[in-house]
């Protein structure tokens, strides 16, 4: 039994019947997204483990469909445009609840805390997605479809932190009539809000200190779509005080988890 043989039993078993073709040309697809500028034909089999016979023919059929054309270096192979049309179209097809839902109902059984999730809408969060503590007693004031600023909550600091440099200062400059304590902990000034936006980017984490509401405190954190920019962000609110009693170690990982699950089903790649 020769080597293309044994290959083709090995994926009798692996694979369905009639597919094999299918697979491998995926395969192919996958290994040529980690070389944009082409990838030597004996190369590629070597990674797909196949014969370059073999992979020969597989490229010849994805380059008659348009997925695959021959790179300016001799004998490699890169992927076209095609499939960011095809990856756009997908994209747009996602309903982000619909992704994002069994996620979050996750995050809200871990940790038994109210879930929010948010986009944002001009210089406001939008609140889309609410779920109510499993366990804990608090009821936080947020709704559905609610509007919140972005400089007193962890979500609205969120899509700061991960704005243009200059959007704060513009922020500040354009907003300067709605700027208010609401308690002692709210930031009011740009420079320290500046300080805050780094520590945001730097620990892709976001925290409302009572900055809202006495009593309440919320963790944030980023969601990146494949353009690695934050169109969602996701947060856990809960009592103050609670939070000082176990801790906040567990509660942010729990968090950065689900938004880094959720990144990843829209397309994000770290």
């Not at 073709?21 to 944009?36: A, D, K, M, T, Y």
């Not at 016979?53 to 054309?69: E, I, P, W």
């Not at 270096?73 to 994002?100: C, D």
């Not at 300067?176 to 609401?182: C, G, H, N, R, V």
């Amino acid at each position: 039994m020769n080597l293309t043989t044994l290959e083709d039993e090995k994926n009798k078993k692996e694979k369905p019947l009639g597919s094999q073709s299918l697979f491998r040309g995926l395969q192919l697809i996958e290994i040529l997204g980690n070389f944009p500028n082409g990838c030597p034909l004996a190369h590629l089999a070597e990674l797909a483990e196949m014969n370059k016979s073999t992979v020969h023919r597989l490229l010849q059929g994805l380059h008659a469909s348009g997925y695959v054309t021959p790179a300016p270096s001799p004998g490699s192979y890169r992927l076209t445009t095609k499939l960011i049309s095809i990856g756009q179209k997908a994209l747009s097809s996602l309903n982000i609840i619909h992704v994002a839902a069994p996620h979050l109902e996750q995050l809200n059984l871990i940790t038994g805390e109210t879930v929010n999730f948010s986009t944002r809408e001009d210089d406001h969060v939008l609140l889309i997605y609410k779920l109510e503590p499993t366990t804990g007693m608090m009821r936080t004031r947020a709704y559905i479809g609610q509007h919140m600023p972005l400089y007193c909550s962890a979500m609205g600091k969120i899509f700061m932190a991960y704005e243009k440099s200059e959007f704060a200062a513009h922020y500040w400059l354009n907003h300067a009539d709605e700027i208010q304590t609401f308690t002692h902990n709210t930031i009011t000034e740009l420079p320290k809000m500046h300080e805050e936006l780094e520590d945001i980017r730097r620990l892709k984490l976001a925290m409302d200190r009572e900055e809202n509401e006495l009593g309440v405190s919320c963790v944030a954190a980023p969601i990146f779509d494949i353009h690695q920019k934050v169109k969602y962000s996701v947060s856990v609110s809960l009592p103050t005080a609670k939070l000082k009693h176990v801790g906040s170690k567990a509660l942010i990982d729990a968090v950065q988890d689900i938004a880094g699950r959720i990144s990843q089903e829209i397309g994000f790649v770290s």
